[in-house]
């Protein structure tokens, strides 16, 4: 076992890779580095053939059949090898790390090679150097390397060069140049390299270690921003002790207020602890007093993109689902936690210990105060954020009597969209969408899909009764109305035959990008989280 100096020196020595992000990373700049170089080496081999009829002696095949030729030729199309291997599949660190430094060696004794196999006449020494240089410069300013490594990686590069030119030159029978001199000058050009491309490589690594140290909050190093909202902005990071994939998310642009609100709402929170409640791991402060919070990473889709990208979903896997999410419900309204944001982009799909089709509901109880304008906040008595196409009528009126039936209308709102494939209510702008929040009736999800059975198209319009207390009265009592339906469940197999289906489908055919997608969607905003005025509440 290494330690100290030893491990400090073994981990120079290392790519710097400490994460999947960072491995990922690395594969793509080593594959394109090694394309850049063959591209740049054939390129100048094209050149050179080109141009032999106008300053060359001899047949153009000299440029494929002598030593120089073959050895440029064989050594460009390393490049290519190497870009080819390095790109072929996810590769694990010890591979990477050994085909960065095989990869380079590789390229660069070809160009020793190359440069030293024949009369030194036209100095060919020099054009060794020079090609080198050109490859560790690109490796450099591409590749994450640190100092000490770009350092051992150039010295192995250039070291073949000072005596294979001294050989050339004590072989070539021509006295009037000493083989010594040649072989001090190429010594010396090959510190020269070494010095540069190291010197490139201690300002590039130097500034990524600024950037993953601006980026690390607490124990948490952000790695990639993976969504982003009205409050704020949520990245992937991992732990810096764990390596435990996390989500951060940051608040930002809330009132000092709203901070220590948010702080109170995640401690409670954190408390939650039904699987399909999403998990708070922590919280804290950054130092320009940004609030965030660290929750589980999942990997999988909202309901959302469930129903943009697969339609309407099979009334028994709706039932499947809403029944989780009245478990997280049930919990939450149980702790005197309200929601207030239940929507579809809010509900996430995944796996979790081998079985599909598990849910967690996201931001419990976390948005719920922001700056309505300069003078006005959330928490006063003239503002109420929420998403319009799933705010219930007592929430647009009254933001200050809302409880957890308010959070069940939502749900009722989510489940005709899950069945249906529509909203409840639409409209070209707030006050259309709210006033039928107010007024309207809903049409029977059953007309709009007829193969939607009648009990559970009675629940779902008893969730979306304009009077609270016309709605189930609890999570629990909701859940059972759900099971009650007399439905058939949703099994394991039939949650991973859809999987399969959609696996098959993605590797046949590419979907729009979701984010695209978003950006289609018309004006009716189902996605984003607003602040509503309450003067604007008459509505008609």
Known sequence: ???????????????????????????????????????????????????????????????????????????????????????????????????????TLAICWGWDFMATCESPIWRPELVGVLAVSYTLVTRTAIVPSTTLRTAAIGIASFLPLAPATYAMYANAGERATLPLAPAVYVAIWSVVGVACTSTISYVI???????????????????SKIGEGAMGAVYRASHAMLRRPTAIKLLTGTTNRAAERFEREVQLTARLTHPNTIAVFDYGRTPDGVFYYAMEYLEGITLDDLVEEHGPQPPARVVHLLVQICGALEEAHGAGLVHRDIKPANVMLTARGGQEDIVKVLDFGLVKESEASNALSTSSLDAVMGTPHFMAPEAILDPRNVDGRTDLYALGVTAYFLLTGERVFDGTNLVEICSAHLHQSPVDPSERRPDVPKELALVVLACLAKKPEDRPKTAGELADRLLACGIAPWSRSDARAFWERVAETAAGAKTPKRAERRRRRSAGMRGATVTIALDDRALG
């Open 205 to 223: 690594y130097g500034l990524r270690l600024e950037v993953r140290k601006a980026m690390r909050l607490g124990q948490y190093v952000l790695e």
């Open 1 to 103: 076992m290494l330690t100290g100096a030893a491990t400090r020196t073994q981990s120079f020595l290392r790519a710097p890779i400490a994460s999947e992000s960072e491995r990922a990373h690395f594969q793509r700049r080593l594959a394109f580095t090694l394309l850049l170089v063959f591209i740049l080496a054939f390129g100048f081999w094209l050149v050179a053939v080109g141009v032999h009829p106008f300053v060359g002696n001899g047949s153009i095949r000299v440029h494929f059949t002598s030593k120089v030729g073959i050895a440029q030729l064989a050594t460009t199309f390393a490049g290519l090898t190497g870009w080819a291997v390095v790109r072929a599949r996810t590769w694990s660190v010890d591979f990477l790390d050994a085909a960065d430094v095989i990869g």
